[in-house]
């Protein structure tokens, strides 16, 4: 069970390292691990783009959206300027690509976002934008693969549906 500490991302004494720069649970770790060793006999290099978060780096994302010193997109990945927008417009867009401080699973240390790095096309900078998964983007073969297997390793996309809030993550 977390505590109030760990689920607001006011600690981090409930992870251990992935690799350097990446930190989960330790069950998280054991299953990414594993869910990263079925992803290379498939051919694929399962990487960690972010996992855990705590809360001062969240409220460091959140203001420099605010603050348009950070990139901040519409609802269909086209960017935005977050200074030309009203208090509660801005807030409402940055909340649909980043939870309020205190909010994010990423403060759990059990949810991570993943990528190939192998797919990225030359010159290109990862998003993590739905678009980069769908079927016509250059993680879609890792998605298709990804859909047969996350759950064999216990992970699951709590994000996988457009329900009129968070944005869809493949």
Avoid at 18 to 47: D, N, T
Avoid at 146 to 165: E, I, T, W
């Amino acid at each position: 069970m977390m505590d109030a500490l760990t689920v607001t991302g006011r600690t981090d004494r409930h992870g251990i390292p992935l690799e350097p720069g990446y930190q989960l649970q330790p069950e998280a770790v054991a299953a990414f691990v594993q869910l990263q060793h079925a992803a290379a006999q498939a051919g694929f290099s399962l990487r960690p783009a972010r996992s855990f978060r705590d809360f001062d780096r969240q409220l460091y994302i959140w203001n420099g959206k605010f603050r348009g010193q950070r990139p901040l997109l519409d609802r269909q990945s086209r960017p935005l300027d977050a200074l030309t927008l009203a208090t509660g417009a801005r807030c409402e867009a940055i909340l649909h690509w980043s939870a309020l401080p205190s909010a994010s699973r990423h403060h759990w240390g059990t949810d991570l976002d993943i990528y190939d790095p192998d797919l990225l096309p030359p010159g290109a900078r990862l998003q993590l934008t739905p678009e980069e998964y769908l079927p016509s983007g250059y993680f879609a073969p890792l998605t298709r693969w990804l859909d047969q297997h996350l759950g064999n390793y216990g992970f699951f996309r709590p994000y996988a549906r457009d329900r009129g809030g968070v944005a869809v993550e493949p």
